[in-house]
């Protein structure tokens, strides 16, 4: 027995040449044959359908919450089998799952974390104060469009994409928020900031934007700028105003090349 | 009649019926314009109203809508359906789509009571108007951004109709009253009314969703798994099965992490390995994924795989707040794998790492001044240019902190258009009286100027910022010219201040609760830090109690004459090989480098 493992074992070095390293192996999908159940999911998958079991006997069965390294080996041949951790004692899931019960993506949070009734009543307010400006800013807005004759107008297009993006972008007039992009995406689409009926004389437009590099890297996230540029206009009295704004970026990230266009056009 | 105080008059009145339960009866806004255009400050239009000019009205404000600009298109509609004139054509569909598209862009700026009192407008024309399932969809949607659905409900409960309600109608009704169940405790009744939900419903994967979470939570695990298996995989393989919009894939990640947590909770973990795989990458939902499926692996005794999820996760997210979780389970696993040195060291650059911050954490919560600076860069998280902060990076925080803080945005923004609004109420205070004699507030103008350039000295320290505010709201008070005090549009002037006033003691109270959440998040850091901390402890002495008995073992296994399995093989082959020769130990069939792309 002794000379047949030796044979075996001579047949098989001088099978592969002791000098060569083993040529890896080809990377490749791996298959559901594999020994290891580690690369690839199962082949059928164990999600019951509607004809699973009847639910009734299924869900009779208490889970259980094994602790973890609870089977430990005892060979005495093999190394000696590492003590059960003590370490986190494994979470129950349920508990975990009622975590995302509001996440069902019709509201903005879970409703386990909104029971708190001062931040309830705190929303309520913010609503009803909300609504109250709103209103108040309506009321200015209707009378504005009595009260001047000069109107205004602005358009921003940006041309810098797909290179770089706009992340976010604000146009304020005299510091007044009167256009925001909010959460939507600033594409190469023209962005219209609805006329106004405006005070004639000297204004400041402002326009924010935070421009994002528009391709995926590792550091893609850190780069970028927010610029901000204010514009001092006339608006004639009696005549409709109308802002171009044109923006543009030629550098190659982390270099920069900003380029901003304004072009101001009066109507009769 | 003075027609500002008139117009005061009814919105003081018609506020507590915006609020109850009914629409009210009488607009405020009607009364108004018809004031204003009586007493000349609008010209009334020349032309007569037409259906053409009611049509082009409502194109224009739809594209105002359509192009960020929701204002504009409430004020436009505002003449058509408060007006008096236009209401001969209150038959016509183009004037229930103004109603509708009030109320949508109303709601869209923020203005939830005013858009419900639209909406209700809408909905009292009859079920069988063609806006009727669009109007009945937004105070849903009202309810739901609002998170007042059981007022919501009882609005919708309460309309009078002749004609039973819509399919759709019904479904959007019956998922409200899920909601409110399901909040309410009422989980039979909850699950009753989501099953109510058909497929046909844009809500039918959210309350499948809710089903199965409700079926878990009464521990009835094979009842959760059917419902949320519906959502990610039909038995029919229908393209057709349900209605889907943007919201289904969010879900159906979550289906997903639901039904691994199910799976591992039935000790399934095989299931849940599948489950948590189904994944996809693009998913915010994959960090959870990964640690959980790398935890039911090492529950299961499949270290390898556990480490391979651990190693993916390490790569993707290596700032994710679960970091300090995931090195020791990794360190758990080179445990259960007899890698004790590996052990130590992975446990070594944990304590390295993590006790400088479980003292930094601690002194935080000691001193509230420390924690304003946290504050400041919590919110600048997401800005460019502002370097990382580790602690920010581990702080769990609540969603309801980045929701309380768009709230402060929003109020800063509609603030910040007070001044503007106030200059209008004096411009026509001074039309009215004859001129404003600006020289009276010179010293507190030049104030004004002086607090605004505090402004962006105070940004990014919420209190600091309330402060300023508040400064500039009592400065903005004193600068107003003393002849626009008093007149007929004094009282909405003063209004719109007061409405300044209370938005800054409301903004003190957002950033309150906001800095409650973080220093909630903070205390929560602190205590994972701590027991993790612990937990190293431990494990860094079952690794040494391990070694110490796999030395034994080895002794004892050498004094009887065996060699350990890899001595054993070695020497024997090396015992074979020539001089020229080198050994080449065995590497096993898992090369682990080369299944990175496992997925």
Redesign the interface.
Same mark, same amino acid.
């Given at each position: 027995m002794k000379h047949l493992t030796?044979i075996l074992?001579?047949l098989l %070095?001088a099978a592969a040449p002791?000098?060569a =390293?083993?040529k890896?192996?080809p990377?490749s999908?791996?298959s559901s044959s594999s020994?290891?159940?580690?690369?690839?999911?199962?082949s059928t998958?164990?999600?019951?359908?509607?004809?699973?079991?009847?639910?009734a006997t299924?869900?009779s069965?208490?889970?259980?919450?094994?602790p973890?390294?609870a089977?430990a080996e005892t060979e005495?041949?093999?190394?000696?089998?590492?003590?059960p951790?003590?370490?986190?004692a494994?979470k129950?899931?349920?508990a975990?799952?009622?975590a995302?019960?509001g996440?069902?993506?019709?509201?903005?949070?879970?409703?386990a974390?909104?029971a708190n009734p001062?931040?309830?009543r705190?929303?309520?307010?913010?609503?009803?104060? =909300?609504?109250?400006?709103? =209103?108040?800013?309506?009321?200015?807005? %209707?009378?504005?469009?009595?009260?001047w004759t000069s109107r205004l107008s602005a358009t921003f297009r940006w041309k810098g994409g797909p290179s770089y993006l706009v992340h976010h972008a604000s146009v304020r007039l005299?510091?007044?928020?009167i256009?925001?992009?909010?959460d939507?995406p600033v594409t190469d689409d023209l962005?219209?900031?609805?006329?106004?009926p405006v005070?004639p004389g000297a204004h400041a437009l402002t326009l924010r934007i935070?421009i =994002?590099p528009g391709k995926k890297s590792k550091d893609s996230d850190?780069?970028?700028?927010?610029s901000e540029h204010t514009f001092a206009i006339i608006v004639p009295d009696g005549k409709r105003t109308r802002v171009a704004i044109k923006g543009d970026e030629d550098g190659d990230a982390p270099e920069y090349e900003p380029e901003i266009e304004v072009e101001l056009e009066t109507l009769k | 009649m003075i027609p500002a105080a008139l117009f005061l008059l009814l919105a003081q009145q018609a506020d507590a019926p915006a609020s109850a339960s009914a629409p009210a009866k009488s607009d405020p806004v009607s009364q108004y314009l018809t004031d204003l255009e009586q007493s000349g400050v609008l010209a009334a239009p020349a032309a007569a109203p037409s259906l053409p000019q009611l049509k082009e009205t409502l194109h224009a404000a739809e594209d105002d809508l359509v192009t960020g600009n929701p204002e504009a298109a409430t004020t436009r509609l505002f003449r058509v359906v408060e007006s008096p004139r236009w209401s001969s054509f209150s038959y016509a569909p183009e004037y229930e789509a103004a109603e509708f598209t009030i109320g949508r862009a109303l709601a869209r700026s923020g203005a939830y009571d005013s858009a419900k009192r639209y909406l209700l407008r809408v909905l009292g024309h009859g079920a069988k108007h063609p806006y009727f399932t669009a109007a009945y969809r937004m105070i849903v949607d009202v309810a739901l951004e609002t998170r007042e659905q059981a007022t919501c409900l009882a609005l919708l409960e309460g309309i009078k109709l002749e004609d039973p309600l819509p399919r759709d109608s019904e479904n959007e009704r019956a998922y409200l009253r899920g909601k409110v169940a399901y909040e309410k405790g009422d989980l039979p009744g909850a699950a009753a009314a989501f099953g109510e939900v058909d497929r046909q419903s844009r809500f039918h994967a959210s309350a499948l969703y809710f089903r199965g979470l409700i079926a878990a939570r009464q521990q009835r695990f094979a009842m959760a798994r059917r419902n949320l298996c519906e959502i990610v995989e039909q038995a029919d393989k229908d393209r057709f099965s349900f209605f889907i919009d943007g919201r289904y894939y969010a879900i159906k990640d979550l289906a997903y992490l639901a039904l691994g947590r199910i799976a591992h909770e039935q000790g399934k973990y095989d299931d849940a390995y599948y489950f948590y795989f189904r994944v996809p990458e693009d998913s915010e939902r994959l960090p959870d994924a990964l640690f959980e499926a790398a935890w039911s692996m090492f529950q299961k005794g499949e270290y390898e795989a556990a480490g391979a999820f651990i190693e993916e996760f390490d790569r993707l997210f290596p700032k994710s707040p679960l970091g300090p979780d995931v090195m020791l389970l990794h360190a758990m696993i080179d445990l259960k794998s007899c890698q004790f040195e590996k052990v130590r060291t992975t446990l070594d650059q944990l304590v390295k790492t993590y006790v400088p911050i479980e003292a930094e954490v601690a002194a935080l919560i000691k001193d509230p001044s420390r924690r304003a600076v946290l504050y400041r860069r919590l919110l600048s998280r997401s800005e460019i240019g502002h370097p990382t902060d580790r602690i920010v990076e581990l702080l769990k925080i609540d969603s309801r902190f980045y929701r309380y803080f768009s709230y402060l945005v929003a109020l800063d923004r509609e603030v910040g258009q007070l001044p503007e609004n106030v200059a209008v109420w004096d411009e026509m205070t001074a039309k009215s009286t004859g001129g404003s004699k600006g020289a009276d507030a010179t010293e507190a103008v030049r104030l004004v100027q002086e607090i605004r350039e505090l402004q962006p000295m105070a940004a990014g320290d919420p209190e600091m910022e309330n402060r300023v505010g508040l400064l500039l709201h009592d400065a903005r008070r004193a600068a107003r010219p003393v002849s626009t005090r008093g007149g007929p549009f004094a009282d909405e002037a003063t209004q719109a201040l007061v409405l300044g006033g209370d938005a800054q003691r409301l903004r003190a109270r957002l950033v309150a609760a906001t800095t409650a959440i973080a220093e909630a998040a903070l205390v929560d850091l602190d205590n994972r830090l701590r027991h993790m901390l612990v937990q190293a402890r431990l494990t860094h002495i079952d690794a040494v109690i391990g070694k110490k008995k796999k030395l034994e073992i080895e002794i004892a296994n050498l004094r009887e004459g065996r060699y350990p399995a890899e001595m054993f093989a070695q020497l024997q082959l090396e015992g074979l090989m020539g001089d020229d020769e080198e050994y080449w130990p065995f590497e096993g069939e898992h090369w682990s480098d080369e299944y990175d792309n496992y997925k």
């Open positions: 030796l074992a001579s %070095i002791a000098h =390293r083993p890896k192996k990377r999908t791996p020994s290891s159940p580690l690369w690839a999911p199962p998958p164990p999600a019951p359908t509607a004809e699973s079991p009847s639910p299924a869900d069965v208490t889970p259980p919450t094994p973890p390294g089977a005495v041949a093999k190394p000696a089998p590492a003590p951790p003590r370490a986190l494994p129950s899931r349920a975990t799952l009622a995302n019960e996440a069902a993506n019709d509201a903005k949070d879970s409703t974390a909104a001062d931040l309830e705190l929303r309520a307010d913010y609503d009803r104060l =909300r609504d109250e400006l709103f =209103r108040a800013r309506s009321r200015a807005q %209707i009378v504005e469009e009595g009260l005299d510091g007044a928020d256009w925001d992009s909010g939507k962005v219209t900031v609805a006329e106004r005070k935070d =994002r850190k780069l970028g700028y927010v | -």
